[in-house]
């Protein structure tokens, strides 16, 4: 009986917390996903080069181009393909926003209410304040302000492309889109810096270039 209630018990927290399932973008790429809550998220930042339907994305290299555009783009940080396997690619919000879907088919990027359910999930299970440390990876943030990834989220200090089209931020800084708009100029969007313990707020230039991690729907 005793190892019967064992048994229920590790089921019941795999719900919570656990393996999910993997998943190929349009691109090819595979990726994990993780159980967190009642929410599954993709462990790494999407790589894929395509929309869902397979049209291709523009990897845009130039600043002004970039700073000009008002469609869905990608570029590697710094325009420097060795960035790609850890940590993705950076895209504009008009990538994000496109009705074609740039998740692979069954995810989504997770609307401003979907980053809250997950970052209130970690705060009401002992992560009150440390919800950044808890998804940080356990390396490659800079001055030893590494995560304890608790999770399995494999949050990367990525770093950003600016609505000007410069680069910056790589080891100090985690950006990450939500596909709810502000207003017409901006964005939400969700950050981790190596300085702070928490997840912040924020929305911005629908210009910039950062990571997107899907969410299953």
Known sequence: MKNIRLGFIAIA???FVGCGT????????IYTSVKI???EWMVENLRTSKYSDGTAIPNVTDNDEWSNLTTGAWSHYNNDSQYETTYGKLYNWNAVSDSRNICPTGWHVPTDAEWTKLTNYLAANGHKGTEGTALKSASSWSEERNGTDNY?????PVGYRF???????VGHYGYWWSSSESNTSNAWYRSMDNDIDSVYRTKFKKKLGISIRCLKD
């Not at 993997?22 to 790429?29: P, S, V």
């Not at 609505?163 to 931020?169: E, K, Q, T, V």
Request: aromatic share 12%; net charge negative.
């Open 37 to 39: 809550g009642t929410q």
């Open 22 to 29: 993997t998943i190929t973008d349009a691109d090819g790429n």
């Open 152 to 156: 399995g989220w494999k949050a990367f």
């Open 13 to 15: 927290l795999l719900t």
């Open 163 to 169: 609505n000007s089209g410069h680069f910056d931020g």
